[in-house]
């Protein structure tokens, strides 16, 4: 079956780093996304892995390890806007999106 | 480049009736995805729509269908309606191949009465 799990909710402080942990099992591997939701609005596109490694983009990086089924979210330099819902969606090899059920970040001042 | 485009925003109807929700892709992009999101609650997957065809749809029950046209816009139709129906519905597109994201419209929130 598939499944892809994440932390239920996380809190951090202002200028703080935190890592939001994702781990999955599908049927096949095309790819690791991670998207942004605030609260009564549509996700947006934060990353993109499908090799192993570590990818950085500003403030937000992204890691996967596909031997193990898992991947990181990094935020780094946490603001009051970083709070939201982090969803993880793996894509398999039927090009289905599976979505985790989304960690919901507090970023305390 | 315009964005994905859903209609309506917000849409009310009372238990037992029809809704038709319609969505726009991105030009240039050919799959059609349907999700719906209660309240406080992850994204469940509805229908994948690809050239036309119906090529995945999730653990949902038949009154819950669509369709996507020549130009790629999609419509989902949910009949008798379920007060449980109440939910955030979000349309996304995305090309083929394998390394393209979801870009995700604006969602149609839907309140059964």
């Known amino acids: 079956g598939q499944n892809i799990d994440q932390p239920t909710e996380m809190t951090a402080t202002e200028g703080a780093i935190v890592q939001i942990n994702c781990t999955y099992q599908t049927s096949g591997f095309n790819g690791l996304f991670w998207y942004q939701q605030h609260a009564g609005e549509a996700p947006t596109f934060l990353s993109y892995n499908v090799l192993d490694g570590l990818e950085e983009k500003g403030r937000f990086s992204s890691f996967l390890s596909r031997s193990k089924g898992y991947s990181y979210l990094l935020l780094k330099e946490l603001q009051m806007k970083d709070s939201a819902s982090y969803l993880c969606a793996v894509k398999d090899y039927g090009q289905n999106f599976v979505f985790g059920p989304g960690t919901r970040l507090s970023v305390l001042p | 480049e315009a964005g994905v485009t859903q209609s309506p925003t917000h849409l009310i109807k009372t238990r037992g009736q029809q809704a038709t929700l319609r969505c726009s892709p991105i030009?240039?992009?050919?799959?059609v995805y349907w999700y719906q999101q209660a309240l406080g609650l992850g994204l469940q997957f509805l229908l994948w729509?690809?050239?036309?065809?119906?090529?995945n749809r999730g653990n949902f029950p038949p009154r819950f269908s669509g369709r996507q046209f020549p130009n790629y816009s999609s419509e989902l139709n949910v009949n008798a309606l379920e007060l449980e129906d109440s939910a955030l519905y979000l349309c996304?597109?995305?090309?083929?191949?394998?390394?393209?994201?979801?870009?995700f419209g604006p969602g149609t929130r839907l309140l059964v009465l």
């Open positions: 996304a597109s995305s090309r083929i191949p394998s390394g393209e994201t979801q870009y």
């Open positions: 030009s240039g992009h050919t799959s």
């Open positions: 729509y690809d050239e036309g065809e119906e090529r």
